[in-house]
């Protein structure tokens, strides 16, 4: 792609003389309490459907999610019980659910909120975990015994509330601005043919973290729940949604034997088979392990031949690390924008086992204390095609930069292969206001 040189003005919104059709809706301000009276818009644009061309999850046949729904499935939810009675299971009937105002998954049916204590079981507390596997004591053994196993009975009441199964031929739309789902682990396992816009997943806590005193040099604490988990899925398109730890900030977590106690695990999971994948215009935001494409190297036999996955005017605020992290897939990712404004920054592109990552034509804007060798780590990669990339407005070699900084990790400029579907690209220059503009739940 030739070096361009064209400076963006945003009051008239021009590209190289070209007016951007894109259309400005101004961000929505914090939603409505989960006790408010929601009010809902008459029904617009809820059927949404992925443009030809669209990414990987345009390509064999395209991606309609639940636009052939009947007017008999067609739902507005505005608690956890609605939803899960409209998702019913994961049943493969098209559909098309309209979230209204906040969700709470952790609530029971008569949506009462439930805390951490209410899914507690016994005898399992906090204190007592930590007492019985603090490594001066316990040592680096796996924890197990009767306060594991109260833990792990803990953690599956929560599950049993928290994680939603949505199933083939679905879409799930924002009914406003402030559609919000709170808590909640969406999982699209098995199905086909998926939408999801406009909705602001927060906040997938874990109350019960599990200790691993052998990941990593000092231990960690692991946590499960994703916000939306593709796993095993094909024609998933994710479209205009905002991921955020909301509130509860990793900053504001204690530590415990000396590592944050980490109760969120991803943003968004594409693993165990999952192919033709679009995510575009979302906003990633104020997390650590933010966005992995499959999710263990010894996955090769549902892995490798799929994970195709399009990722595109993506706005990544302040996320810790993988944006994405890749293994098997053939991923494309172009026209993002990474913004990190300070806090802790480990890398954007995991360039893992056996991976094909094409990164192109975005926007990086660094702190003058980070590296901009930290944007590319090498996970037993190979190879990465990046080109035509920006640190801070100015054309920076991110390759060249990782490979003399990381000579033992040194990655080869082809990933093998080219990406056809890309309905336009932008200039990256012009990036970083095109998706502070418009990507994310409630703009357009």
């Known amino acids: 792609m030739p070096r361009v040189s064209c400076p963006v003005r945003a009051a008239a919104a021009l590209l190289c003389g070209a007016v951007l059709a894109l259309a400005p809706v101004p961000a929505g301000a ?4 989960a006790s408010a009276p929601v009010p809902v818009p008459a029904p617009r644009g809820d ?4 443009p030809a061309g669209d990414g990987w999850a345009s390509a064999e046949g395209g991606t309609t999610g639940g636009a052939a729904a009947d007017a008999d499935h067609v739902f507005t939810v505005r608690s956890r019980a609605e939803l899960a009675a409209a998702l019913n299971g994961g049943d493969p009937t098209p559909k098309v659910i309209r979230v209204a105002g906040t969700i709470d998954a952790n609530t029971d049916d008569a949506g009462r909120p439930l805390s951490c204590a209410d899914y507690a079981t016994d005898g399992y507390s906090l204190d007592g975990y930590l007492a019985a596997y603090h490594p001066d004591t316990w040592g680096d053994a796996d924890p197990s ?13 929560q599950a049993a509330r928290v994680r939603l199964a949505v199933g083939s031929n679905t879409t799930i739309v924002g009914a406003g601005p402030h559609a919000r789902l709170l ?9 086909e043919n998926v939408v999801i816009q406009g909705v602001i997943f927060e906040d997938a806590y874990d109350c019960f973290p599990q200790w691993d005193p052998t990941d990593g040099a000092h231990g960690n604490w692991n946590s499960e729940y994703d916000n939306l988990v593709v796993y095993g899925s094909r024609h998933v398109w994710i479209d205009h949604n905002t991921f955020t730890d909301g509130r509860r900030p990793d900053s504001a977590q204690p530590h415990h034997f000396g590592v944050l106690y980490q109760q969120h695990d991803g ?32 996955a090769g036999d549902t892995d490798r031949g799929r ?8 706005l990544f605020r302040d996320v810790t690390e993988r944006a994405p992290r890749v ?25 893992g086992f056996e991976s094909r990552l094409v990164a192109e034509a975005n926007a990086v804007t660094l702190p003058d204390a980070v590296d901009p060798a930290n944007v590319i780590k090498s996970w037993k990669g190979t190879a990465l095609t990046e080109r035509n990339n920006l640190v801070n407005g100015a054309a920076v070699d991110l390759l060249a930069v990782h490979n003399a900084a990381v000579p033992d990790e040194r990655l080869g400029d082809d990933a093998g292969w080219t990406p056809r579907l890309r309905p336009r690209v932008d200039h990256p220059r012009a990036v970083p206001y095109l998706v502070a503009r418009h990507a994310g739940a409630g703009r357009r």
Do not use: C
């Not at 015994?145 to 009441?157: C, K």
């Open 30 to 33: 914090a939603g409505p309490s």
């Open 47 to 50: 059927r949404p459907v992925l």
């Open 145 to 157: 015994g009767p306060m594991e196993d109260a833990r792990a009975a803990s953690a599956a009441r």
């Open 183 to 191: 808590g909640a682990s969406l999982q699209v396992k098995a199905a």
């Open 267 to 298: 943003e968004l999971d594409i693993v165990r088979g999952a192919d033709l994948v679009t995510a575009s215009w979302n906003v990633f935001a104020d997390h650590d392990k933010t966005l992995m494409i499959g999710n263990s190297d010894g």
């Open 307 to 314: 994970l195709r996955v399009t990722l595109h005017h993506n």
């Open 327 to 351: 293994r098997f897939g053939r991923v494309d990712v172009y026209n993002n924008h990474y913004l990190t404004t300070g806090g802790r920054y480990g890398y954007s592109w995991g360039v």
